[in-house]
């Protein structure tokens, strides 16, 4: 393989398109394109070996980018008819795009697709709901992760309205030298993803309000948003010093050498911090307004698998994709990812304790996935990048939550219709 | 001599000799600069056709507010960068020329070195260091500055829309500083002697010998560091892009036409590239150089050629 990804490079690199059929020919063999180097190991060690078990003629080799360059180097490497047979797919428009200039196969007839609602489906089907082109994988839960050693010491317990939440955060500044929330503003998609979309459902009472939105009969000057910003607003005392500067590295470290008590959290960063706390932690879904309120987590639809159309082996490639709908894939993969959940029907027991606490509030709140991904962030100005910027400056204390509100909903008005 | 020239017939091997450079140069570099201007008159449609709109994404860049504004600002942003390594890189890389070239100096292979080292390292890994340093959790910047009592200074420059771009063009010119030193200080060692000493013999002190000597013998040196300078901060985005992401926070205070430019090509996060637009960003920061290097060939390199005599 070492050879052969080689020879890949170099040829890339020179411009030679026309070898590269020759080196990928010789077997029905699958790559597969992702942006999770991470997880290299678990799909060599783990994941393909299994399928090897019940497939053993089909080789198939995991070949991930860097997360950042993912979309532009499989976007040069599809158009130079380079890339591999398997496409991990990012959820929503990216892959949108994907399927309707032809790059991506449809799925319609793959009978693995059956184990999925259509919620899990939404990320990866077309607007009018007919033609799904990725086999959903996986979700992220958004949710609070505390270290539970402070939360002794200071004998504080897990809040479940805001108002407990900010009262806890009051109580470990004034009775500790602890951060109280790790947050860092300086990467920007922290404040918007581990801020704003993650304690909002409860405000805009999730899938509703975000479908509300799409529709056009909610804005985002509604004071759901606004009041998200406010909450939002309120954490900055009590964030690490110069948290205007602190990088996402920042923040987890933060939380892992036991400085900070509570981190908001993707359920993603479960496995760091398994590798690296030496303390127990433990994890609380957003707090809601009122005891007894109903709760929303965003529960986003993040990882897809779908077939490059140009592929040799597309047989060989539906055969994998339905075995990725099994039950023993869903386990495999959730309890070797931590925190990244499989979208399945199929029923899975997590090992893994706060994976289990995360994946559990499925059970007790409502799902839905962030508001701003699905039609929304099409146009520009990008909503997405909008809601980055207005996220960290409300926090950073440079924009009123007014003001974020308000740039947010024009940004989406100069384009999208139903805004207008 | 000339005559005898022209009056053969057309020198073949001269053709021979150059067609290597020149099918290379063209192939790699005046190409794609070719394909970019063709391609940024085209847009794509609904079906993701590509029509011809001739200068219709220029305009846009320039008038549409939602393309203008950015574009402005990453211009006005990338000016201030330039301005910062005229200001700052350039005078220190000359006072370390200088002070390099003083026949009384100890030890300048060390300082040479030193100070041409981070040139050689990876734009990376100065971003990684220097938000090391100054990292307001963890860094270094805030106990040195508590051991010379000025700790109640500090602050979490790379965080704030005031700071942030001016700490970055601070890294960069650390980084760079090399560069002009060592082209000022090759050009230092060329002055000869004979004129130092004649000046010495005149009676002429060192500041005299500097001012009056040596710095209008070395202009057309710190031409060529004011050009250098020039295009490589238009063309600049790694460091932005290590430091800061292709979003160059907060709220785009260090967006630069590099980073930019890679947004609207490749696209960012939700935001979908977009390539003729891309190449329209790419063709105006190609005219922005060019321009910037026209003014000097016509306007100031034909002046500074007098002093040199």
Known sequence: MGIQRKITLAAALAGLMALLPITASAETSLTIES???????????????????????????????????????????????TAGDLITCRPFDASLELFKNGTLEPLTGLSGLD???????????????????????????????YNKEIFKELNLSVPKTRDEFMAVLEKIKSGSRYTPIALGTADQWEAATMGFQNVGPNFWKGEEGRLALIKGSAKYTDA????????????????????????????????????????????????????????????????????????????????????????????????????????????????????????????????????????????????????SYQILSRGTPNLENELWNVSAQVINGKMTPQDAAKQAETGLAKWYAPHK | MEKGVSARRFPIHIAVFLAPAVLIYSLFMIYPLIDTFRFSLFSPNEAGNLNFVAFDNYVKLLTDPDWSSSFWNALYNNFILFLVHMLVQNPIGL??????SLPVLKGRQIYRTAIFM????????????????????????????????????????????????????????????????????????????????????????????????????????????????????????????????????????????????????????????????????????????????????????????????
């Open chain 2, 95 to 100: 006072l370390l020329a200088a002070l390099l």
């Open chain 1, 224 to 371: 759901a948003y606004v009041d998200t910003f406010k909450h939002l607003a309120k954490w900055a005392p009590y964030m690490g010093k110069g948290y205007t500067a602190q990088k996402y590295p920042d923040t987890q470290n933060l939380f892992t050498l036991g400085r900070a008590a509570i981190y908001p959290a993707g359920s993603w960063d479960i496995a760091t911090f398994n590798a690296q706390a030496d303390f127990e932690f433990g994890a609380f879904p957003p707090p809601t307004g009122k005891a007894g309120d109903d709760c929303y987590i965003s529960d986003h639809t993040d990882i897809g698998l779908g077939i490059n159309k140009a592929s040799k082996n597309k047989e060989a490639a539906k055969t994998f994709l339905n075995w990725m709908a099994t039950s023993e894939f869903a386990d495999l993969f959730a309890n070797s990812l931590p925190g990244f959940f499989p979208l399945s029907n199929a029923k899975v027991t997590i090992e893994d304790p706060v994976a289990s606490e995360f994946v559990s509030w499925r059970g007790k709140c409502k799902s839905t996935i962030r508001n």
């Open chain 1, 115 to 145: 184990s999925f609602s259509n919620v899990a489906k939404s990320a990866w089907t077309t607007d009018d709901g007919a033609t799904t082109f990725c086999m959903p994988m996986a979700s992220v839960i958004h949710g609070f992760m």
């Open chain 2, 118 to 309: 981070p040139t050689m390292m990876s734009v990376v890994i100065i971003g990684f260091i220097w938000q090391l340093i100054l990292n307001p959790l963890w860094g270094v910047a805030e106990t040195l500055m508590w051991h010379v009592g000025l700790d109640a200074f500090f602050y979490p420059w790379l965080g704030d829309e005031a700071t942030a771009l001016i700490t970055l063009s601070l890294i960069s010119v650390w980084q760079w500083v090399g560069i002009p030193m060592m082209l000022i200080y090759a050009a230092l060692l060329g002055i000869p002697e004979d004129l130092t000493e004649a000046a010495e013999i005149d009676g002429a002190s060192h500041m005299q010998i500097f001012w009056k000597i040596k710095l209008p013998l070395i202009l057309p040196t710190l031409g060529v560091v004011s050009v250098l300078t020039f295009v490589a901060n238009f063309n600049a985005f790694d460091l932005i892009y290590a430091v800061k992401g292709a979003l160059a926070g907060p709220n785009f205070s260090t967006d630069i036409m590099g980073t930019l430019f890679y947004r609207v090509f490749f696209g960012f996060q939700l935001q979908i590239g977009d390539a003729s637009m891309g190449a329209t960003v790419a063709t105006t920061m190609f005219l922005i150089i060019l321009v910037g290097i026209l003014f000097y060939l016509f306007v100031i390199q034909r002046r500074m050629q007098r002093y040199t005599f």
């Open chain 1, 35 to 81: 942006w999770r180097n991470d997880d290299l190991e678990i799909w060599s060690d783990k994941i393909i070996p299994a399928f090897n078990k019940d497939h053993p003629e089909i080789k198939v080799v995991f070949e991930p980018s860097p997360p950042a360059d993912y979309n532009a180097s499989l976007n040069a490497r599809l158009a130079g008819g």
